[in-house]
């Protein structure tokens, strides 16, 4: 698109995530950027303007996933991922990100890939412009210390402070932005548990400590009370899960709610209770491995992160077998309910929060002048049915750096509802 090129979506419902109730108005796009946002209609320049009159449908940023595999393939088979040729495995990573971006998704954070390149790879790929896809934060392989691992395969090892600066200085050499340290177990393993902490504090320290001096941030998957706890202690950035954060762990966290983001990855739990059995796993045998206790215990504990204001993104752990690519907007419905956030609430964990948690606050996930123009136009009200997110069919446009990625031409228009219709291209 050339940088002069202008785009007027009119007759829009527009939530900005500011925090503000949607708004009848107007949003011009100049290039890559949003140039103006306007109530009411008329107001902002036709000539030589392509103007959109979306019949009153709901625009708004794109959503972000903030725990995100794109190597992980729908597969039952994780030790098949490390097998699986990295040809085939590229393509298939590619297919990730695309559907990401069909769904909605302009923003996702990386939480570890398959194979110590394939996130940076498809992220230049996309930045490059040759694959579509998400703006994206890239992994390498989980870092887990020795008999600590959740996947054969598909993990790199680090034993002691030293070890965990190498290979977090592997990361910074592959081009990652994010480092993955592998704290606690999985029940499905069987012999790995969720309550578990493998790590130490010099090890954690060492890896944050390095990571940081290089620019890069660390998340870690920490099920475990203690998991977190150390997490917290030595400066991680990104806590995943946390489904058994006890009381000082949730003080420990409240005190660095403006440092830390929490993305729990809520869908996996459901999932695997209730929609694991066609796999082999069936909800009683989820039940018995403590799938069951630890849904009970991260609802609980999420619950209270929301009443102190820390900061929890949804999505997470698609890609697996039960938790397939395209279903993400599942995790915007656990936030309505099973956590007890409004879907005002829930849009704003998934927009707002996702342009901080990019480190591009003051450039995506709201509907402002001067933002990056990604955004969405939804034929429906998710404020009202927070699950019409859920259907790639009611997303009847997709617009990323001011480009359409799903163009509201009349070629893969979003199903039209009984309260509106499809938009209309004036000129």
Known sequence: MSPNTSILFTNVRVFDSTGSEPFDGEVLVRGERIAEVRRGS?????????????????????????????????????????????????????????????????????????????????????????????????????????????VDGITAFADGPEEMRKQVRRNVAYGADLVKLSMSGEEITGNKHAEDNYFSDEEVLAATTEAHRRGLRVCTHARSAESVKMSLRNDVDIVYHASFIDDEGMDMLEAKKD??????????????????????????????????????????????????????????????????????????????????????????????????IMRMPDELGQIRPGFLADMILVDGDPLQDITVLQNRDNISAIMKGGSFHKDPDGSGLGRTSSLTERPVIVS
């Not at 619950?303 to 204001?309: I, S, W």
Request: hydrophobic share 40%; charged share 20%; proline share 5%.
């Open 259 to 356: 440092e830390v983001f929490v993305a729990p990855g809520l869908n996996w739990l459901v999932a695997t209770l209730h929609d694991a059995a066609g796999f082999g796993y069936p909800p009683e045998a989820a039940e018995a491995a403590g799938y069951k206790h630890e849904l009970e215990c991260a609802i609980a504990g999420l619950q209270e992160m929301r009443r102190r204001g820390i900061r929890v993104l949804p999505g997470g752990d698609y890609g697996f077998a039960w938790t397939p690519h395209g279903t993400y907007a599942r995790d915007l419905q656990h936030f309505v309910d099973l956590l007890g956030y409004t879907p005002m609430e829930t849009l704003l964990a998934a927009t707002k929060l996702g342009g901080e």
């Open 42 to 150: 008329g107001d902002l320049p036709r000539d030589g303007v392509r103007v959109i009159d979306g019949r009153g449908q709901f625009l708004m940023s794109g959503l972000c996933d903030a725990h995100t595999h794109f190597s992980w393939i729908d597969s039952a088979d994780l030790p098949g991922l490390g097998r699986l040729g990295v040809e085939e495995h590229t393509l298939l990573s590619a297919k990730s990100a695309l559907t990401y971006l069909n769904c909605g998704y302009t923003m996702c954070v990386g939480a570890a890939a398959a194979k110590p390149r394939l996130d940076v790879v498809i992220r230049n790929a996309i930045n490059d412009g040759l694959i579509p896809g998400p703006r994206y934060l890239a992994n390498c392989q989980e870092i887990a210390v020795t008999g600590g691992e959740l």
